[in-house]
């Protein structure tokens, strides 16, 4: 079956430096792939979603880039800020799922100053 | 634009008591889904339905029953309540394959 793999629990940063969160997912066929990010005491909303066309989808300072050969659309950002501070969670949509969504187990991040 | 609503906002409950919660949107959307959200677990799917009337279960749904009354409207009942029990259920909707799926604030459950 499909699956996503999110493989930090918790990241902790300082203010500045560099962000990269894991995803690495199992699909039989090629699927889309999703950011959405959950800060505190709020509802879960997109942060950015990978195109079919093999562009870099870009939000508020994040990218991801989809590598299909080894199943991997990690979230990157040049340099953290104190409201990065969230739950992230990488998701897929598998070809014939329709408009479900496989969620992986989420990257609580906190950035410090 | 559009919103999703979750009523109750907070729902406290006894041991082995059914509860209901709802969600509305009005995004017109087609699919609606129901989550459970524990710390460390991520987002799991209780139920979903693709239209008015349909039921398709998720990967968490004993225990639970859900009904799409309308398109706008779908409920999630907890048919017996476990002691001790704490989580966010939050409500989801979107249309098509690739599309956003929008989320309600989420309804916090306690069961004492």
């Known amino acids: 079956g499909d699956s996503v793999t999110q493989t930090e629990g918790l990241v902790t940063l300082t203010e500045g430096l560099p962000v990269m969160l894991n995803c690495t997912y199992q699909?039989?066929?090629?699927?889309?792939l999703f950011w959405y990010v959950q800060h505190l005491n709020e509802a879960p909303k997109l942060l950015l979603k990978?195109?079919?066309?093999?562009k870099r989808p870009e939000h508020q300072g994040f990218h991801a880039t989809l590598h299909k050969s080894s199943s991997s659309f990690h979230l990157q950002k040049s340099s953290a800020q104190l409201s990065d501070s969230a739950l992230y969670y990488c998701?897929?949509?598998?070809?014939?799922?329709?408009?479900?969504?496989?969620f992986g187990g989420g990257t609580r991040l906190t950035v410090r100053p | 634009g559009g919103i999703i609503t979750q009523t109750p906002k907070f729902l406290i409950g006894q041991e082995g008591q059914k509860l209901t919660l709802k969600c509305q949107q009005n995004?017109?959307?087609?699919?609606m889904y129901w989550y459970r959200q524990d710390s460390g677990k991520g987002l799991r799917l209780i139920y979903y339905?693709?239209?008015?009337?349909?039921?398709q279960k998720g990967d968490l749904s004993e225990g639970y029953d859900a009904s799409r009354e309308k398109k706008s409207s779908f409920s999630l009942t907890v048919t017996s309540a476990q002691k001790n029990e704490m989580a966010v259920f939050l409500c989801?909707?979107?249309?098509?394959?690739?599309?956003?799926?929008?989320f309600g604030p989420g309804t916090r459950l306690l069961v004492l």
């Open positions: 989801a909707s979107s249309n098509r394959r690739g599309a956003t799926q929008y």
């Open positions: 699909s039989t066929y090629s699927p889309f």
């Open positions: 990978s195109f079919t066309d093999n």
């Open positions: 998701a897929l949509s598998a070809y014939n799922a329709g408009a479900k969504l496989t």
């Open positions: 995004f017109n959307h087609d699919t």
């Open positions: 339905s693709i239209t008015e009337n349909d039921l």
